[in-house]
């Protein structure tokens, strides 16, 4: 035992120490930040480009209502969009479409818009411009037109169009997670969105720290480093030292990041300040219940401790990294498999398909951890799938420290399946 807490020491402190861990642990949360508070800051930063826009408007009508409706100005007060409007008729409109686009082209505008007289019945409208990938401006365009467009068909009609708008406001539909305990909380999709995010996250550790047990394993049998190891220690102690030690530096990387993200949380709307937005919009941070964060990290554990026996396994069976990457397939199968079938248990936490998957072994890591963080299953059944984890991750070190005895000293060529199948009698 105290050999085995000797390698798991080893590989915790070698580990920690790298390079590739400090920078994996600090690049991780700058990531994070960019990719929350990016879009944020941009959505705050005001173009200074003004967009000259010609307009040719068959109607006559729509084009002063436009200039209203896209009033909007840059940061230093003048109109964003600076439109001029060329009158032509409809005989002639095929060749001024032609030299307005080709003022496009040399950059004396930046877009052409052309309305249709049949617009109030066709619903088209055709913008040129040598960008149109700018999908807020085109939604803007779109929304400004159609705005005019319907008013004008409510007036046409002897209809008042703040009536018509009035009569037809659209019903808010605010959605409310009712807890165990009977309190309610205000859900407008964080909680699909903190899944999808804890998951994604459980999913990458698993992989990530499994590789990480097989590629040390087939490191040191590679080097026949492991020939010199295994004179001193049990074939069974190198691997849950091994499995142990790298673990241990997985989970220390989740919780300084857990620490980042409570510290991003409790300070996003100050930062957002700072560039002059509203500290509270679009911020809603969904509540972490406690309990949540505790089954994450035992299925994390769990979860970890069973897919590491198998990577080991491979790394004990291989003799380089490629062979390794070959067979490491059927492995990540075991993970993806139940990524694939998240989006049914998310919308179904308490079918029976549901419960019977999420207490499969393999599959319980993310999947039974889904239903927790969507409809919290009664404790019974976590801890039945608990205990089915356990006795799978007894059976797998068992099986696994055969293969592993074996393997780790056998060199030359990769040993077929009939063949690992007869190391398990040994």
């Known amino acids: 035992m105290s050999k085995m807490l000797t390698v798991m020491k080893r590989e915790y402190l070698t580990r920690i120490k790298s390079k590739g861990f400090i920078i994996a642990t600090v690049a991780?949360?700058?990531?994070?930040?960019?990719?929350?508070?990016?879009?944020?800051?941009?959505?705050?930063?005001?173009?200074?480009?003004?967009?000259?826009?010609?307009?040719?408007?068959?109607?006559?009508?729509?084009?002063?209502?436009?200039?209203?409706?896209?009033?909007?100005?840059?940061?230093?007060?003048?109109?964003?969009?600076?439109?001029?409007?060329?009158?032509?008729?409809?005989?002639?409109?095929?060749?001024?479409?032609?030299?307005?686009?080709?003022?496009?082209?040399?950059?004396?505008?930046?877009?052409?818009?052309?309305?249709?007289?049949?617009?109030?019945?066709?619903?088209?409208?055709?913008?040129?411009?040598?960008?149109?990938?700018?999908?807020?401006?085109?939604?803007?365009?779109?929304?400004?037109?159609?705005?005019?467009?319907?008013?004008?068909?409510?007036?046409?009609?002897?209809?008042?169009?703040?009536?018509?708008?009035?009569?037809?406001?659209?019903?808010?539909?605010?959605?409310?997670?009712?807890?165990?305990?009977?309190?309610?909380?205000?859900?407008?999709?964080?909680?699909?969105?903190?899944?999808?995010?804890?998951?994604?996250?459980?999913?990458?550790?698993?992989?990530?720290?499994?590789?990480?047990?097989?590629?040390?394993?087939?490191?040191?049998?590679?080097?026949?480093?492991?020939?010199?190891?295994?004179?001193?220690?049990?074939?069974?102690?190198?691997?849950?030292?091994?499995?142990?030690?790298?673990?241990?530096?997985?989970?220390?990387?989740?919780?300084?990041?857990?620490?980042?993200?409570?510290?991003?949380?409790?300070?996003?709307g100050a930062i957002v300040g700072m560039f002059g937005g509203d500290q509270s919009a679009g911020l809603a941070m969904p509540q972490i219940d406690a309990s949540i964060l505790v089954y994450f990290v035992v299925y994390f554990i769990l979860g970890y401790i069973l897919f590491a026996t198998l990577y080991a396994a491979v790394g004990a069976i291989v003799n380089s990294q490629e062979e390794a990457q070959q067979l490491q397939f059927p492995v990540i199968m075991l993970l993806i498999i139940p990524l694939i079938l998240m989006q049914f248990v998310i919308r179904n936490p308490n079918a029976t398909s549901s419960v019977a998957l999420s207490h499969f072994p393999f599959f319980s890591p993310i999947l039974m951890f889904t239903r927790i963080v969507v409809e919290t299953p009664s404790f019974g059944e976590i801890l039945l799938s608990f205990a089915i984890m356990i006795v799978a991750i007894a059976a797998m070190i068992y099986l696994v420290g055969k293969i592993f005895r074996v393997g780790i000293l056998m060199y030359g060529k990769r040993p077929t399946l009939p063949e690992v199948l007869k190391w398990l009698r040994y």
Not at 42 to 61: E, F, G, H, R, W
Not at 174 to 179: A, D, L, Y
Not at 221 to 238: C, M, N, T
């Open 28 to 268: 991780m949360p700058l990531f994070i930040l960019i990719m929350v508070f990016a879009p944020v800051v941009l959505s705050l930063i005001q173009s200074d480009d003004q967009q000259k826009i010609a307009v040719i408007d068959m109607t006559n009508v729509i084009y002063p209502e436009l200039e209203t409706n896209l009033g909007d100005t840059t940061a230093s007060g003048e109109r964003l969009y600076e439109l001029l409007q060329v009158e032509v008729s409809a005989g002639e409109l095929k060749a001024e479409e032609e030299r307005l686009r080709a003022e496009i082209q040399n950059g004396e505008l930046n877009g052409l818009m052309v309305i249709p007289e049949n617009v109030f019945q066709e619903n088209n409208v055709e913008y040129y411009a040598k960008n149109v990938s700018n999908f807020n401006q085109n939604r803007e365009f779109r929304n400004a037109i159609s705005s005019i467009v319907q008013e004008a068909r409510v007036r046409e009609r002897g209809l008042s169009p703040e009536l018509v708008s009035e009569l037809t406001r659209r019903v808010n539909l605010e959605t409310f997670r009712v807890g165990k305990d009977g309190g309610e909380q205000k859900d407008a999709g964080q909680t699909f969105i903190l899944t999808f995010v804890l998951v994604m996250f459980l999913y990458i550790s698993l992989i990530a720290y499994g590789a990480t047990v097989m590629q040390a394993v087939t490191e040191e049998k590679s080097s026949r480093v492991v020939e010199l190891v295994v004179s001193s220690i049990k074939p069974f102690h190198l691997m849950a030292g091994k499995i142990l030690g790298i673990g241990s530096v997985g989970l220390t990387q989740f919780l300084l990041w857990a620490a980042t993200a409570a510290g991003i949380s409790a300070y996003a």
